[in-house]
């Protein structure tokens, strides 16, 4: 079952949103990780996911980190399958000629 985690953090400079990105990237079942500044929210969406572990981990490391949601992630179910679209080129390349001898790397006339 794949989730997506809100949490909320302090995301107070640079440095704070690197340490929050890095602990949740190396987190058990973590596939992506992204971070809403404005908010101060990081999420993570993955599967198998520990959001208390997580939330340890980031309290462990930035003083401040609480579970804002904790949400199933549904596949959109596409009614009609997209369909590639083909077609066959025209054009056919032929073979360059060239009217003298090739000397040195350039043909000459």
């Known amino acids: 079952m794949k989730q997506k985690i809100v949490m909320k953090v302090q995301l107070k400079s640079e440095k704070c949103r690197t340490k929050a990105l890095k602990i949740a990237a190396v987190a058990k079942g973590v596939s992506k990780v992204s971070i809403e500044v404005e908010k101060g929210h990081v999420e993570v969406i993955g599967e198998g996911v520990d959001a208390v572990d997580l939330a340890k981990s980031l309290k462990k490391k930035l ?14 179910d596409d009614a009609k399958p997209v369909v590639p679209i083909e077609w066959t080129s ?9 009217d003298g001898y090739y000397h040195d790397g350039y043909y000459l006339r």
């Open 63 to 76: 003083s401040y980190a609480t579970i804002v949601s904790v949400e199933e992630v549904k596949k959109p």
């Open 90 to 98: 025209s054009y056919i390349h032929y073979p360059v000629h060239y």
